[in-house]
């Protein structure tokens, strides 16, 4: 399609949800079509990306851009084609700073601008493009029934971690985990292991009083990190404070911290002291920093330097590695219960999608779930793989409660470095904005503390707002939101944001 739209001499523009899904898709991009392939994103210095923009501008010639999701605003013209390659990942919304947009909503809206062509590409699309595929919609459904290799999907296998616990295995890595991983060298096979979180441990905590390190900017808890010699720091992945992990408990002096939970790091020590002939890397923000460190880390499993590639949800995005044979999750729990409205759909994208980077080549996969709520809707459907029928139950779900995308919603946050200040500033604009909401049928719910009410020494409020599907949001004209704001207190609008 592509090519066709290159050869009637109009732009076409491919999206992807991760820098680290660039190198793969410009490299084939100009294997196909050599020169007119450019690329644009925010590891691009800005002198390259102001390259890109001029030669978009002047050129005469048809160009491919390959981008992220600011690639959407490239002044293309004309436009034959827009693609957005997992579609239904949430990193093609922009929350911070405003303005606050969603790639796919742009893209939909500038190709009936223009008369060009949109190709939404997912193995788990979204809830809300799913239901834009009634007759009347905007969208049209194209099913792949086979993969490009013509390879089964690979059969997905529970380890109840319950039980593990019960027969004495205490361990992070359950043993069938365990042997599968074992059995890699040998067989000159690889696998990928997605952890939810990096670091070494999401949390220190002491084990006299229970109090846990937190940040002294932001309300979360600060991430064990350790480097070479095995010493250890604290980190917050908000604000970026670090500290030196502390021989006493602030609260009651006991000497007792212990690091609690997993993060890569952890997993990274722990499998290379029980198998020690594994060849390991580790693929999360904290180990691809730099120029082409994605690329770079990517080209040396694939070459076939390390037999496991241990990250975060990095992982499941779209990379192709012919020899990776086993997809295992560690902690799948962690994905299951965050108080989110989108939380099982995510989830349970996140792991198909996982699942998918097992059995691309010429041997068949296996995927290996690790968790202690085996009987979890999400787990249930990874296990059989039918993806429409969890579609089918969670429209129902969200219909009968007239929520997203059977309502339309809208987040006012607020931030400001006096919590007073701020909380008066929320509880002004709910009054000003309320007779609006009631006029147009909105409700407003708070103004209430954010989930993380305090990030980099700046207090955070919200005013969540649901109305009807398509209505204008409830908020007055132009900058007057802005204009009443007490000093030192900031607003940001997200209309349609991505967490409820």
């Not at 699309?125 to 009634?134: A, E, G, M, N």
């Amino acid at each position: 399609m592509a090519a066709e739209e290159l050869k009637a001499g109009r732009h076409v523009l491919m999206l992807t949800p991760e820098i680290g899904l660039i190198p793969q898709l410009v490299d084939r991009c100009r294997r196909r079509f050599g020169a007119c392939v450019l690329e644009y994103h925010s590891g691009c210095r800005d002198r390259e990306r102001l390259q890109v923009w001029r030669r978009c501008l002047e050129t005469n010639q048809p160009l491919l851009i390959v981008g992220t999701r600011s690639a959407v605003f490239m002044p293309l013209d004309p436009l034959g084609m827009v693609v957005l390659d997992e579609e239904h990942d949430s990193s093609y919304k922009q929350d911070s700073p405003m303005p606050c947009y969603h790639a796919r909503d742009l893209v939909l809206d500038r190709a009936r601008r223009c008369g060009a062509r949109v190709v939404l590409g997912s193995a788990t699309p979204s809830l809300d493009s799913w239901v834009q595929l009634r007759p009347e919609g905007p969208l049209q459904l194209g099913r792949l029934t086979q993969r490009i290799s013509k390879q089964a999907l690979p059969p997905v296998h529970v380890i109840d971690m319950r039980h593990e616990l019960a027969e004495g295995h205490r361990r992070l890595i359950s043993r069938p985990l365990m042997e599968r991983l074992a059995a890699l060298p040998e067989k000159h096979e690889q696998a990928v292991v997605l952890v939810p979180r990096r670091g070494y441990s999401p949390f220190l905590g002491c084990r006299s009083c229970g109090e846990v390190v937190m940040c002294p900017h932001c309300d979360v808890p600060l991430t064990v990190h350790r480097g070479g010699g095995g010493r250890e720091w604290l980190r917050c992945h908000w604000c970026d404070h670090r500290d030196e992990v502390g021989n006493r408990c602030n609260h009651c002096g006991s000497t007792a911290f212990k690091p609690f939970g997993a993060g890569t790091q952890r997993v990274m020590e722990q499998l290379a002291q029980e198998l020690e002939d594994l060849r390991l890397l580790r693929f999360d923000r904290d180990s691809t920093g730099g120029r082409d460190g994605h690329r770079r880390l990517l080209d040396r499993f694939a070459a076939g330097e390390a037999d496991v590639l241990i990250g975060t949800q990095m992982l499941a995005k779209g990379m192709d590695l012919p020899r990776v044979t086993l997809a295992a999750v560690l902690a799948a729990d962690g994905l299951l219960h965050r108080p989110d409205l989108r939380a099982s759909e995510q989830a349970l994208q996140l792991l198909l999608q996982l699942a998918g980077r097992a059995g691309r080549g010429e041997r068949p996969g296996q995927v290996l779930v690790q968790t202690y709520s085996p009987d979890h809707p999400v787990i249930r459907h990874l296990v059989d793989g039918r993806y429409e029928a969890f579609l089918k139950e969670e429209v129902e779900l969200r219909r009968e409660a007239a929520l997203v995308p059977f309502s339309r919603a809208c987040l006012l946050r607020l931030s400001g470095a006096s919590a007073s200040a701020t909380a008066t500033a929320a509880s002004v604009m709910a009054e000003r904005i309320r007779p609006i909401c009631e006029e147009r049928r909105w409700w407003l719910l708070g103004p209430a503390p954010a989930p993380v009410a305090r990030v980099a020494g700046r207090s955070r409020w919200q005013l969540l707002l649901h109305g009807p599907v398509g209505s204008e949001l409830p908020l007055p004209p132009g900058s007057t939101l802005w204009d009443e704001l007490p000093r030192g207190v900031s607003l940001s609008v997200d209309p349609d944001p991505m967490e409820l």
